[in-house]
């Protein structure tokens, strides 16, 4: 679509009205042909062959026209949106229906006009929404300017702890070296991977990836080495495994902490002949690949427990990359939900959101137990279940706001405020179950916890039957 921004004097908005009323034109070149570039259709395969050839900034459909009824008014109009976000979408009918409305709405329309229609009106409020448009088209691309300085390959950021990631990446991305990337669940790690390549000399070869806690022992083993026809039951012909696959390229090799004692030592033997032989095979294939490795565990400690053998941790643990939790990422958090409402508002096709000062002071608080993949699901939900142009403290998940230190104000004297006495009951009552779940219900060790007398916890669990 084209933007609003770009356009002066001599290249007015476009405007396109579609509808089989012939009064409408007169009242529609009358009032809007003098500021726009007006174009009248009759038909919506009309509109269909002229939006093939060209790109409007604004189309005002009467829904009436299309199709035998108008719910297939209100399909056209969801179509029309799926164009793009920056369509400023405007339904015109002579129904007074609010059914019709609420579903017009639903296919996100911009405006929504009945007959008799004031096309003065319509003049006015166009205009306000074409230049809201802009304004949000120009919002958008300075977000994706400023992203694209914070950027590296496909990671989001600009924190000290993630520039030493962007460093070690660009310092070992020309070498041959096996990676073992490491950090917490939903940290990027497969992102990296892919970063390492995208910068060495592989970038177009094969990357095979294969989650090693995804699938039962057996089948990895499958997965990884492949097989020959007729070495178990169902092997009725011969199949090649990720490792063969990555031949020229990379293997990476995710969560490999949870692959058994067996497999690890198979795959020891593969890294240091750089050859496989498949399950049920008699020779091996010299392979040429690049191992990049990742996990959450700690691999020192599975090596002291026996889980994990000790020249395999070495032949992996060349060239190690710590990725900072989110937590640690400071000022990462404003940069990621911007980058993720850019995807998930033009996944949806609804214009770029923006958010309130006070959401992103209590994102920035929250400890993120799940990283930015936790983070972009919480985006992801704000775009979809919000209408609201503007994300506000209301919208966020409930756990966040019990967590973040800058909203415990709002939590504690909500504006309909509280029953002091019934909250007052209720806190007395989860510190005591709190103390006893924590002490396995000896009360005496509670009454400590707390720091209360052991007569009083005695009163106090008779009192709530605990």
């Given amino acids: 679509m084209r933007t609003a921004t770009a356009r002066d004097l001599a290249s007015p908005y476009c405007i396109v009205i579609v509808t089989g009323d012939e009064l409408v034109g007169p009242e529609a070149e009358t009032h809007l042909a003098p500021d726009y570039d007006l174009h009248m259709l009759r038909t919506w395969d009309e509109l269909l062959a002229w939006v093939k050839k060209r790109s409007p900034d604004a189309i005002l459909l009467d829904i ?18 799926s164009f793009g976000p920056d369509l400023v979408l405007v339904a015109l009918t002579r129904s007074d229906s609010r059914k019709l409305r609420h579903k ?66 660009t310092r070992v991305a020309d070498s041959n070296s096996t990676v073992l990337l490491r950090g917490e669940s939903g940290t990027g790690k497969e992102l990296v991977a892919r970063a390492i390549v995208t910068m060495g000399p592989r970038a177009e070869k094969p990357f095979i990836s294969i989650n090693c806690a995804a699938l039962p022992e057996n089948l990895i083993e499958t997965e990884l080495f492949g097989h020959e026809r007729g070495a178990f039951t169902d092997a009725k012909e011969a199949r090649q495994g990720h490792i063969e696959l990555a031949h020229t390229g990379t293997l990476f090799l995710d969560e490999i902490a949870t692959l058994g004692l067996a497999l690890q030592s198979k795959l020891l033997r593969v890294l240091e002949d750089r050859a ?31 889980r994990f053998r000790e020249d395999l941790y070495y032949r992996i643990n060349v060239v190690p990359i710590a990725l900072p939790a989110l937590r640690e990422r400071q000022g990462d958090v404003p940069l990621l939900v911007g980058h993720f409402l850019r995807i998930y508002c033009k996944a949806n096709g609804k214009p770029l959101k923006q958010v ?12 993120w137990p799940g990283n930015v993949r936790e983070l972009e ?20 998940p409930q756990q966040m706001l019990v967590a973040s230190n800058a909203s415990q104000e709002a939590i504690l004297i909500p504006e309909g405020g509280v029953d002091f006495d019934s909250e007052m009951d209720r806190i007395e009552l989860a510190y005591l179950q709190a103390a006893l779940n924590r002490t396995g219900g000896k009360r005496s060790a509670a009454a400590a916890l707390l720091g209360i007398d052991p007569q009083r916890m005695k009163y106090l669990c008779r009192k709530r039957n605990l």
């Avoid at 699901?377 to 966020?396: C, E, K």
């Fill in 64 to 81: 009436d026209t299309v199709g035998a009824n108008s719910e297939q008014g209100i399909t056209a109009l969801a179509e029309l949106r």
């Fill in 104 to 169: 017009a709405i639903d296919a996100t329309v911009d405006q929504y006009f009945v007959a008799p229609i004031n096309f003065e009106e319509v003049r006015v409020v166009l205009g306000r929404a074409l230049e809201k448009r802009a304004v949000e088209v120009e919002y958008r691309q300075r977000q994706e300017k400023d992203a694209e300085r914070e950027s590296f390959c496909e990671l989001i950021g600009a924190s000290e702890s993630m520039r030493r990631v962007y460093d070690a990446v």
């Fill in 276 to 306: 496989v032989t498949r399950i049920g095979g008699k020779t091996a294939k010299k392979i040429d690949f690049r191992l990049i490795a990742a996990t959450n565990e700690d691999l020192e400690a599975q090596v002291q427990a026996g």
């Fill in 356 to 367: 309130e000062a006070e959401v992103l002071g209590v994102m920035e608080d929250y400890q």
């Fill in 377 to 396: 699901n919480v985006v992801q939900r704000l775009v979809l279940m919000n209408d609201s142009a503007i994300i506000n403290v209301q919208n966020l």
